[in-house]
């Protein structure tokens, strides 16, 4: 087996597959650092191309058919180089064996209709297989995908065969939108939010209302401000409290009066 570099036309390497078993066809990789060599002597050899120095090349695995032991009539390996698949040279079957190519166990046995393979081929990119057959057919192989609607709504149904649906007495029946239209009194009580209320503690008379007023910030920077000098928060207080003085003076005067009239 010989390595040998097209653009310089030189041998980079060169070593023995098998001393008794002649080379039947070469497979490469497509990152070109796997090469895949298959033998007459029932067993498909993976080498790793790259430079390994002055040290001897050696093979990194071997794919072989344990059960049957049949001869391999071509090979090759994916797009991305994981897996490495072969095709049997019997003459009454189309199958395609699988393996992974780091731990080279088989992956799976793809069955054909009862002819030879010619060869095969994998997809650059998409896990797709193309053999021919000896009658000149070319099958497509491919992953098959089961649709589950039952993942995306989870009140359907799968039926095996076709059911008879027997439906409800009233479940096409034609009803006016009005009928189906539930009457106001069912529907919750309407919130109004513009109108304003009095609350349950407050008085019907004004009298009683009564509110201090507010008190604006003093400038540290100035002592008056557009109105004038602002009085100091104790001079409201002490307004507040003469004006609670005389509203109970005249309340006091009111009930004087009233009994006196009495």
Not at 51 to 68: C, I, L, T
Not at 126 to 145: D, E, F, M, N
Not at 165 to 172: G, H, L, P, S, V
Request: with cysteine; glycine share 6%.
């Amino acid at each position: 087996m010989q390595l040998i570099n097209t653009e310089r036309c030189e041998m980079l390497d060169s070593w023995v597959v098998h001393a008794k078993s002649p080379i039947k066809g070469l497979a490469l990789s497509k990152n070109g650092k796997h090469l895949l060599v298959n033998s007459t002597d029932r067993k498909i050899r993976l080498y790793d191309i790259e430079s390994q120095g002055d040290r001897p090349r050696q093979q990194a695995k071997h794919f072989e058919d344990r059960v049957n032991s049949n001869q391999w009539k071509c090979c090759g390996l994916s797009g991305d180089s994981d897996y490495v698949c072969a095709g049997s040279s019997t003459t009454v079957a189309h199958n395609i064996s699988i393996w992974e190519r780091t731990s080279g166990h088989l992956q799976k046995i793809l069955e054909g209709p009862k002819e030879g393979i010619l060869d095969l081929q994998w997809h650059p990119t998409r896990p797709i297989i193309a053999s021919v057959s000896t009658l000149g057919v070319v099958y497509i192989w491919g992953k098959s995908y089961t649709e589950n609607w039952s993942a995306f709504a989870p009140d359907f149904t799968e039926l095996e065969e076709n059911e008879e649906y027997i439906e409800r007495e009233d479940e096409f029946d034609i009803v006016e939108w009005e009928k189906k239209q539930k009457p106001l009194a069912e529907h919750d009580e309407i919130v109004d939010l513009v109108g304003i209320d009095r609350a349950a503690h407050e008085s019907d008379s004004d009298e009683e209302l009564f509110f201090l007023p507010t008190v604006p910030d003093r400038d540290e920077d100035a002592d008056s401000g557009p109105s004038g000098k602002v009085d100091h928060p104790g001079a409201v207080l002490s307004h507040n409290v003469e004006l609670f003085a005389e509203k109970e003076k005249s309340e006091e005067s009111n009930k004087r009066q009233k009994l006196q009239s009495d």
